[in-house]
């Protein structure tokens, strides 16, 4: 069905892509997937297709560097033209196995490091793109997205100042709370969903499990979710429950307002298997609080469906919840960096979004609505339908 749309669409300009941070396992997958489309539309089209020169490449992808200096400052260097064309820069500011040499010492990259790097690439292009998207899956940031007294607001320092350099678009997926568009109103900002390809992997992985009132539930593990619950929830026609976590914000403790008591708003979860669902995953505190007091509660399987799997402490808290039977699976796409370590665990599932992302950058780059591609829900009721 996309293929006809595109068939019947020129596209923008000429598309370009720039991979920064997962150049290898993400950016290839993508470029090699919309490749393979082109072509195959091309291929199987029964009437005369006028297409721009380049749109059927063997690969979109444009050569760059990001060298550094001994002092640890960098640049950014593309070697290949990019007059014109439609600019997608895609990049994971969370990928720290990457590292630069600084003063003889190996350093790893933070997303901070990342975000400069976008700039530097926006820089280096000197104006000559005639459009430049920029996607971010994890919003730089996206945290710190409000201002509490005195603090800093860098999410909406950090999407002002690409917008300033002449990013035209901003991709994200599942921002942690996407009103920080609001610091710019003039410029595009797409907050894509994950929901169908979690929906679809878990119930594609366990069978067994049964998408209806009685026997499901999904999950928030804090008020801040409940948005994400009530989406997934309505897709599948089941009920939603939320945790509500009650502080002390008398004390501070490492940063944060130590939690007095744990209340759960919702119908009865016994006997009923439960979905929690989050956008992710660093500690794990958050998710594994949360499935505990679901244990206590009697539940079936505990599934965690988190969109970022950033495991900032490691993996050995996530192994012991697990070996204690805290939960059962866990899912996290591979929209972030995922450490090796994780990828073989028994109950881990990594959920590839590549083809999603290609589809969006081939749709936006044929200048096609992406009304289609954000609504989930048919596609979701013709699964649930397959499954009876």
Not at 268 to 273: C, T
Not at 323 to 332: A, I, N, P, R
């Given at each position: 069905m996309q293929d006809t749309k595109f068939d019947d669409a020129m596209s923008f300009a000429p598309l370009k892509l720039i991979?920064?941070?997962?150049?290898?396992?993400?950016?290839?997958?993508?470029?090699?997937l919309i490749t393979a489309r082109r072509k195959k539309a091309l291929l199987n089209s029964r009437k005369p297709v006028f297409k721009m020169p380049g749109y059927d490449?063997?690969?979109?992808?444009?050569?760059?560097?990001?060298?550094?200096?001994?002092?640890?400052?960098?640049?950014a260097v593309i070697n290949k033209s990019i007059r014109g064309a439609d600019l997608y820069i895609i990049a994971d500011t969370t990928n720290y196995s990457n590292t630069y040499a600084m003063r003889g010492y190996n350093s790893h990259m933070s997303p901070d490091d990342y975000f400069?790097?976008?700039?530097?690439?926006?820089?280096?292009?000197?104006?000559?793109?005639?459009?430049?998207?920029?996607?971010?899956?994890y919003l730089y940031e996206g945290r710190q997205h409000v201002r509490i007294n005195n603090e800093s607001l860098d999410c909406a320092q950090a999407l002002q100042e690409l917008a300033a350099m002449g990013a035209d678009t901003i991709i994200t997926f599942d921002a942690h709370d996407n009103r920080v568009q609001n610091a710019i109103p003039a410029s595009s900002f797409e907050n894509f969903f994950t929901s169908y390809q979690f929906i679809s992997a878990f119930l594609k992985n366990d069978p067994g499990i049964k998408a209806d009132k009685d026997h499901l539930m999904i999950i928030s593990p804090d008020e801040g979710g409940m948005r994400r619950a009530v989406y997934y929830a309505s897709l599948l026609g089941v009920d939603m429950g939320m945790f509500y976590k009650r502080r002390d914000y008398s004390k501070l403790s490492n940063g944060v307002h130590p939690v007095v008591s744990i209340e759960f708003l919702g119908n009865?979860?016994?006997?009923?298997?439960v979905v929690i669902v989050d956008d992710m995953i660093a500690s794990g505190q958050t998710v594994f609080e949360t499935a505990k007091e679901l244990r206590k509660r009697d539940v079936g399987k505990i599934i965690i469906c988190a969109t970022f799997g950033l495991f900032?402490?490691?993996?050995?808290?996530?192994?012991?919840?697990?070996?204690?039977?805290?939960?059962?699976?866990?899912?996290?796409?591979?929209?972030?960096?995922?450490?090796?370590?994780?990828?073989?665990?028994?109950?881990?599932?990594?959920?590839?979004?590549?083809?999603?992302?290609?589809?969006?950058?081939?749709?936006?780059?044929?200048?096609?609505?992406?009304?289609?591609?954000?609504?989930?829900?048919?596609?979701?009721?013709?699964?649930?339908?397959?499954?009876?």
């Open positions: 991979s920064i941070g997962n150049y290898a396992e993400l950016g290839m997958k993508i470029d090699s490449a063997d690969s979109y992808l444009v050569p760059f560097e990001c060298p550094r200096f001994g002092t640890g400052e960098g640049k400069m790097d976008i700039k530097r690439v926006i820089m280096a292009c000197s104006g000559h793109p005639r459009r430049i998207t920029v996607i971010m899956p009865d979860v016994k006997g009923k298997d900032s402490n490691g993996t050995g808290r996530i192994d012991e919840a697990y070996s204690q039977h805290v939960f059962d699976e866990l899912y996290t796409t591979n929209l972030c960096y995922c450490p090796g370590e994780i990828k073989n665990k028994d109950y881990y599932h990594n959920v590839d979004l590549s083809n999603y992302i290609s589809l969006i950058i081939d749709t936006l780059n044929h200048d096609i609505s992406t009304s289609s591609i954000m609504d989930a829900s048919q596609k979701i009721q013709k699964l649930l339908e397959g499954r009876q």
